[in-house]
């Protein structure tokens, strides 16, 4: 049994709010089980440098936690002056999903910015993140379009992501907590479409190892998670087809 | 009259939510009209270097904005490599105004760190961030009296900030949102204790200057709006006297 | 009584050598009792990004410390490769101070450059900048309007600054040095004009809160030290009016 | 047909080079077509402090490219002042996968630091790091077998990486060169053992996606490549069973 | 005796490998003994701010070691955020030694960056980086004149460097290996002309001095040594006389 | 002729003015023609740590410059965050250059940071540096010695540094100032002791060469200079005979 009482392939309680603050061109809170993410896309009229001329956008995020989103307070990034491994690894993450269901030429030379910051930490930031910003990304998208800044909705699919691991008692699971997390030996994240094809597979033994049938098992697990998380985003954004 | 509509003399709306977050000994999500600040209080087992074996604690506090606080999205420090000159401004400026309030001895070898985090920027997020720290800080506390870690209640009185100015057209406000901050020739920040002791003042001519008349009318704004802003925060923390 | 037998409301002597260097625009060497500062005005054809095309200059400001500067050596800043906040917070004085009391739209797209170096420190290195600045800065607008790279003199009125406090067996003093700094328990820095307006007050208690009466006699103490202040800047640049 | 005439499940040329350097406790030069990697593995007497006193080490892992290691020089990390967010994930990567073979609790308190150095580049430059790696890591902990710093190996079994991509027109491919890497639509990167598990699994949709048909299609290429860099390790290290 | 057997007018054996490495322009690996250096060269089509407009080429030189060249391990300065004094020393006095025997004006609007890229260390890694270096560069501006790149070879002489110092029981002698350096009292690095003209004469005390009498005994050293390994360059670009 | 109308073999005038500021244990404002740099010597009680437990002292030298040092203004090292390779390269040569006149097991274990800050520059500030810097060292080892902090002057002789070069239409020359540095062909820096020995010999062609004899002359020029300067530094601390 896990220690909240979920069965194996049951996600935790998942809410998003739209609109959450009123600057961002789009935004949202999501909470995911005890962890909050605020997701904010902003829309910049340029492209970066090695992108110019070439009549195409791009997508970047930028990821951050608050210090006491966690337990132990941590050290914030900018007082250390530098950003630290894991979160650059989460933000280049969080850039390409996006980038992999976004027809980039739509865009024209536009940059869209996300910015998910961690209000509160219980595992699963790095998804919560992605399936938040899908949503803050096509808010940001329908209000350019309703503007005439872009002509038409440049995404092409729904995207949402979850993570499935191997724990030692409970076994194969989906959407960790961080104390399952912790205690996991194999951990994946995975990211899919509302086509069900993959865009991301990131599955690490922790001090550990896995076969080709806890792989299969994991990604049934990741399958069902994602299907609902897609259920849940288009309570929000339901009137987009994406066709 | 106000863009708003408001008084000269009149606060926006406030509203402070105590425990905000699960993690932090101490936490409150402050609102002062649109502008809005995450205020955790964290209790640490030692003090730093300087104050070592003399048996006395500490109160440090950092600030940040999310990048989207803002109208504009604003770069984070954390991706600058540095904290500008602003935020250092501000961060030392809440630190010392909580340490006014506290007996510093009656803590012991404990840092209290405060970490203000603005979610949603509108003007008055450094006054915001004190009224709204020293809840979070004096729920801290509470929390470790109980807990037997801290012998006894060390804050000594109520403290509360906010910020006054003299506007071109409006003349002489209370509690400036952000385009009155922008177009205003004098900026005063004033930071009071409960029984209506100055902590700290703070006023500056814009590329402007100002008269002693100006000076003793801002001052009475002020008292005003600490007043009542005082008179909010005990509705929270009402059962502690402070004496 | 003050330990250097100063009456409460004496300043420090004071001296200010103009031209102190040879390749800066303005310079001087201010004393102010032990404190020393080297103040040069270097004024550059451009303006930040933020101003351009506007036909309006800037004033912009920088200080530092040297090493021995202090009774104990303190580390460089190039060697821990950033700015304090306490360094900071001083530079954004300075410049803010000086802004005030120039039309920047008569000094054209052009920046002046203040550095305030501190060759020897005992208290009051901050507003012995400012008023040492001052002087660099008129002598360098001087040169510029005899060259003829200015039309006018852009400065409206004389500027200069002291430190008041509040100690604990002295009561109320003027001009402090580093020894009664450090045992103050109110300190308050007052910038003002030649017209007595005041263009910054920043009031601080330490570990200790001031009443609305304690404020009245620190801002007549330092009202009587700028005008005195004031009256020695006279002597080097008297044959400027500024109206 | 591939650019280079290979089979679509044929490895570049694989060559391991022992003790390539004089100083490191253990050190290859590994070379996988044109890509050239010097792998250096120093043994320290401590660990980091989240490990302390627990019996137990770790392995630790840099990653570099020379400048002219790549087709056009890029820029030095030390000479930008920060590591990039590419290079942070490949060192964490090799970390990772070094230890998950690894009974960190027979080397004692004492960290394995791992340094790959990119000398040429032609794409798969962490793979080769991680096969490269793996061998002067063995070859360094036997040094310190035969001297008695360590009582027994710590390392259970072989571990080797390789890539995998699906290209637009050769299809489903082993062992990307730089070329078919830049044009590939999926790009995976597979770490597994000498028992044919699975360490780290991390499959990439570069603007694009992939099905599970996909996903299995790419395992079984990255199972034979990863046999035949095993069969490679052990003409160099074939007198370690590691049972 | 010389540790290694050799007489004290003595250099240790020599080889340079041309193009060691495919992209660069021009590339070495020199080998000195245990030293061994890779020398890139790179062709890059503008030059530094300084120089724009003028018609002139820039040399510039960088120069790194990897972590385990060295008997202990040293971190990386990518790692720590910045490059020692040593390292800027060292590159800066490549960069002025090769500019020294090259007509910029020849070179066009060009800058040749040379990374100099130490794969082992025994002493000596500055002089056989810029021997090295100046064949890498040769062979670069070869290639460049072959493609009309460049008109013609705008290198004027060769040039070559060595290190020759006073040991305490051997006396002066050429070419210290790593031990020897780390005991002499006198450490001396000359780099001169094919023409046997100085370049640079950088001569250190390491806690002692020395006397004119040693100057022109080193100096003497030092000359024998540098005609040698300008023998040994000819061997590879012995086609090119300079002239 | 040369510019200012001085001998080919004449030194500028030189000052030393000891004691200049109040809270180092040796100051002095070294003057040489319009070059005036603060030196300052600091006794530290402890050592670095790769020197502890070895009864012995270090000396270590920092260097910097006022921005409006220059004619131009050059941007603060604390701005830029790092110190630039000159700044490097000069602060090594100082702290070398002391170090080779002190028994530095006479120091006990003790640091004497020295701080060269130049206040304005004219050419030769570094070798102006090394000269001032031997003085404010010996003041403030003789005041050491005073107060039985250190057992005897642990000083063995005196130590002056000048420049010399080769002009292009001067020819050889005495002590360079900054109009003459900018053109020569060759500069070289040169550090002597008391007793005519060498300490350090820096001699670069600045996109140029130069002969045996040149070098030969160059010396000689030095040796006259470096005599006169220690002549100066003997009216100051004469006292002292170093035996």
Excluded at 22 to 50: M, Q, W, Y
Excluded at 126 to 133: K, L, N, P, V
Excluded at 169 to 187: F, K, M, N
Excluded at 201 to 227: C, M, N, W
């Amino acid at each position: 049994m896990r220690q909240d009482g979920r069965e194996n392939n049951e996600l935790r309680p998942i809410h998003i709010e739209p609109n959450y603050t009123i600057h961002p061109e789009g935004s949202v809170l999501i909470t995911v089980g005890n962890t909050k993410v605020i997701c904010a896309a902003t829309i910049e009229d340029r492209v970066p440098p090695f992108l110019r001329g070439q009549g195409k956008g791009w997508i970047t995020a930028e990821y951050a936690m608050l210090p006491r989103a966690t337990a132990q307070r941590t050290i914030r990034e900018s007082s250390k002056g530098k950003v630290t491994g894991r979160t650059m690894e989460i933000q280049r993450l969080i850039g390409r999903a996006l980038r992999s269901v976004v027809e980039l030429e739509k865009m024209g030379e536009k940059t869209l910015w996300i910015d998910c910051d961690v209000i509160q930490a219980d595992g699963g930031t790095r998804t919560a993140s992605i399936t938040g910003a899908f949503v803050a990304m096509v808010l940001a998208f329908k209000k350019a379009v309703n503007k005439k800044q872009i002509k038409a909705m440049p995404v092409k699919t729904y995207l949402a992501a979850t993570s499935v691991g191997i724990h030692p008692t409970a076994g194969p699971i989906l959407d960790l907590c961080y104390q399952e997390d912790s205690s996991a030996d194999v951990d994946m994240n995975i990211v899919m479409t509302g086509q069900g094809e993959f865009v991301e597979i990131q599955g690490t033994g922790e001090e550990a190892t896995f076969s080709e049938e806890h792989l299969a098992t994991l990604i049934g697990l990741a399958k069902k998670g994602i299907r609902e998380l897609i259920s849940v985003q288009k309570t929000i954004i339901g009137d987009e087809s994406f066709e």
